[in-house]
């Protein structure tokens, strides 16, 4: 059985730091792209960051640009989330997937599968 299991998530202030990790088992983990996505309550899962196969390609959302850092250990099987300068708007659930394809733009219809979710809080 595939397992995506987040940690790192946590209370923290605007402008501090955090470290999301994400532990893959049950699959290839290097076969996979890797992806952050968050959400919040009534508002759609939308993609934060991504990290190809082999690190070569990523993507960050304009809004976390310059502040959040995506990498990958595949012999650790696991990918990581670094997020520095917060901000409350950062405040969300994040959640780890896995997908097969990497495309410019992630969309959920990508993600083969999900981790359970990290909370994510940004006190100002």
């Known amino acids: 059985q595939v397992q995506l299991v987040e940690s790192g998530g946590g209370l923290v202030q605007a402008g501090g730091s955090l470290r999301l990790s994400c532990a893959a088992s049950?699959?290839?983990?290097?076969?996979?792209?890797m992806a952050w996505f968050r959400q919040i309550p009534g508002k759609e899962r939308d993609v934060v960051s991504a990290v190809s196969w082999g690190s070569a390609n990523t993507y960050y959302a304009d809004s976390v640009k310059g502040r959040f850092t995506v990498s990958r250990d595949n012999a650790k099987n696991t990918v990581y989330l670094q997020m520095n300068n917060l901000k409350p708007e950062d405040a969300a659930v994040y959640y780890c997937?896995?997908?097969?394809?990497?495309?410019?733009?992630?969309?959920?219809?990508?993600?083969?599968?999900w981790g359970q979710g990290t909370q994510v809080t940004v006190s100002s």
């Open positions: 997937a896995a997908s097969s394809r990497w495309r410019s733009i992630w969309t959920t219809d990508l993600v083969n599968y």
């Open positions: 049950g699959l290839t983990f290097g076969d996979y792209a």
